[in-house]
DNA sequence: CGTGATCGATAACCTGGCGGCATGGACCGT
DNA sequence: ACGGTCCATGCCGCCAGGTTATCGATCACG
């Protein structure tokens, strides 16, 4: 009675949690849903635990049942990691797979894979494309990332960070605040702020020149780090946000990695850093 | 052929990759030989991977089981952590587990505790001693832990810091270097020091009073923070260790908790900050 | 160089767990 | 009252995963 839970348990539980419906539960998992039932009644018998507080008409988690599904989330993305780092270690053709978004590097991207390249047990970097990079990170299919402190959760990740520049608002020059030398937070209350937390408010862009555009035409106000403002189109004007934290880029890897190539590419971030020196922590 | 991995299988690898030996793995999981042979062998082929090189006479890990075998301690120590924290939670009795070393609070717990009955959301605090309180954590027997940097592994972690404070060389009074007014590593060299990196010379300790006892009788020279030296016995000489980094105590506690009871905990170690100011950064 | 020991793989068989279908029973809306 | 919805239960079939017996390769040894 004391073995270890099954993957396949955790994941017919989180399809309930998920759902809150176990028909469409059992659906999606592409079994009938008396099988389900069942799955989940011994896992709530093995767990000594109750998990779902059902009537005939509805379903519900007990508390227990929401730390249950938090966690089986985390361990079920671990296992899946094991599996896609355990494939990528066995390639052929081996290399680091590192996540950014496109323009996200402040233009050190070269000078760190020159200085990569250099290292002792370094491996060819090869560079994905991705907004959800954390997320990449998590499930194994990346190596490495280029993140933002404080944007990113860098929770359970290592980092070594690479520069730091304050927030810039990034508006339509005929914007009555793009004449401003500063702003502040407050000055931004009533616009169409992007990144923006909370729900979101008409078209969201999928990447910078989207943001841009939508900016340009008025719809938008940008707020994105200086390094990013280096590269901007002409036609738009940039206003320092002073209260707003500064932005770190960093390079982030999963914490426990015991891959040396990686710790090459930190290395390499390391020597890559503008002035030689140490940035300022996170 | 893409479902995910089950912790059955990855338990039975691990027994293999730790023992290197298919006879004793399969005793040491209570099964027969050819079962275990047969599931690793579905393993290698879902995987599409080979992790073992077998010879009639020699079991090895290739490369990618290497990689598979620390992943899979992880994940199978994030699944175990998951049924842990979802019994925990369902206590009839919701308490906080709290585990650190005997003394190794600095004198500032009934302040902590104190802190944080005042804060919202908290729950009572058990308190465990326990000398590996990083493991603890990781497979969810505890809710947070008192820990050093850098002398515990942070990795996958979060952490408020309470208070950082010299290293000092704690030596019997009749020891040459006693009467100093500092010390530098390298003065230690020839010293049986404890905590020491690397294989253990005699007796180890297993707490605070053995150690001492053990420095007392010529046999061990002790490092530890000075905020431990406060409490010492009067027979001792303490020297501060100049070149060695400074010990920061902190409170640690799983990333990614979701608990409001150990934000509360968090919060109250801020509180009891002495100097109620921000620590230095670990 | 034969012989026995060791150890992983294979073959053949058996069992229990898991999933399928049909149905029961609680609850709600009309 | 009745039909609809939804989770639980009973019963059945199948295969994943276990067992024992055995093979084949390799090495130590006289």
Known sequence: MDRPLETRELMQFLAVADELHFGRAAARLGIAQPALSRTVQKLERRLGVVLLERSSRAVALTSAGQVLAGEARRALEAVNAAARRTRRASADDPHLVLAMKAGGDAGLLPAI??????????????????IDRVGLLHDGQADAALLYSPADDLRGLDTEPLLTAPLMAVLPPAHPLAARASLRTADLHNENVHPRHGPATGPEPGNLTELLQLVALGHKVALVPR????????????????????????????????????????????????HGGAAAAP
Chains 1, 2 share one sequence.
Do not use: I, K, M, Y
């Not at 990569?116 to 494309?129: D, G, Q, T, Y």
């Not at 880029?249 to 710790?263: I, K, M, Q, Y």
């Open 113 to 130: 894979l020159t200085a990569c390249e250099r290292e002792p047990c370094s491996l060819p970097v090869r560079v994905v494309f991705q």
């Open 227 to 274: 390094f990013v403002t280096n590269s901007l189109r002409e036609d738009l004007a940039c206003v320092p946000v002073t209260d707003a934290e500064p932005v770190t880029l960093l390079l982030g890897w999963p914490a426990h990695s015991t891959s040396l190539a990686v710790a090459a590419l930190a290395r390499a971030v390391g020597a890559a850093r503008p």
